[in-house]
């Protein structure tokens, strides 16, 4: 149990399809992350909120549509993907996103493949 | 410009020893946060350990214990009395001064661990 739930865990679309990836934190955070992990290559920041805010949007697609109803939840609204956009999605969260030493906690992930 | 730059892309080590993965990381900022994440083949990136720019001793947690040299800018992860469940991707990552959501990751490294 990590306390940070991601659903699904793998995930299989068309790039015609609209999907949502879900993330669920049980560990009273107030900030939010996307992040993307392809092969060989460093995790990517998506987005960020904080306090339900978007306050980080890190030149993103705009076939990558997040959503943060509440400091529990997040989503990742995903419409016309490429093929290259087949990746590890993990989403985090972390307490008092202001102080540098705070870690963020991480889900599973999704596994994303475009065909 | 890489923020963080891990060399070793894989470390093998014997069981029951210790290994050392390397870190350097390049900033400017007087204070930023460094920290280690282990990923197994599940895809879960697991907190493991965090150093503070201004912090006076090394940080330790368990078998786990980070070499800080700021003058060199290293932050390296020892991992003592390895077990098989030590094989995993090895990520650091640096938050740079306050009110800062951005963590950024290096390459990993895989650790496997030899019975």
């Known amino acids: 149990e990590t306390g940070v739930t991601q659903t699904p865990r793998h995930l299989v679309m068309g790039m015609t399809n609209k999907k949502s990836l879900k993330c669920e934190q049980h560990l009273g955070h107030n900030a939010m992350y996307w992040y993307k992990q392809s092969a060989k290559k460093p995790l990517e920041l998506m987005f960020v909120?904080?306090?339900?805010?978007?306050?980080e949007n890190n030149s993103v697609p705009s076939r990558f549509s997040p959503e943060c109803p509440n400091s529990s939840h997040l989503f990742l609204h995903l419409h016309t993907l490429q093929p290259e956009d087949s990746a590890l999605y993990l989403c985090?969260?972390?307490?008092?996103?202001?102080?540098?030493?705070?870690?963020?906690?991480f889900g599973d992930g999704t596994r994303l493949s475009i065909l | 410009a890489q923020k963080i730059t891990q060399t070793q892309p894989g470390m093998f080590v014997q069981e029951k020893e210790a290994v050392t993965l390397d870190c350097t990381y390049d900033?400017?900022?007087?204070?930023?946060?460094l920290f280690w994440y282990k990923q197994p083949s599940s895809g879960e990136m697991i907190f493991l350990i965090y150093q503070g720019s201004y912090d006076q001793q090394n940080a330790t947690e368990g078998r786990y214990s980070l070499n800080f040299q700021k003058a060199r800018k290293s932050a390296n992860l020892v991992i003592s009395a390895s077990q098989l469940g030590d094989s995993a991707m090895y990520f650091c990552?640096?938050?740079?001064?306050?009110?800062?959501?951005?963590?950024?990751f290096g390459a990993g490294t895989r650790l496997t661990v030899k019975p």
């Open positions: 985090a969260s972390s307490q008092d996103p202001e102080y540098s030493n705070q870690p963020q906690h």
């Open positions: 900033t400017s900022d007087p204070s930023y946060g």
């Open positions: 990552a640096m938050r740079e001064g306050p009110n800062n959501n951005d963590m950024r």
């Open positions: 909120y904080s306090l339900e805010e978007r306050v």
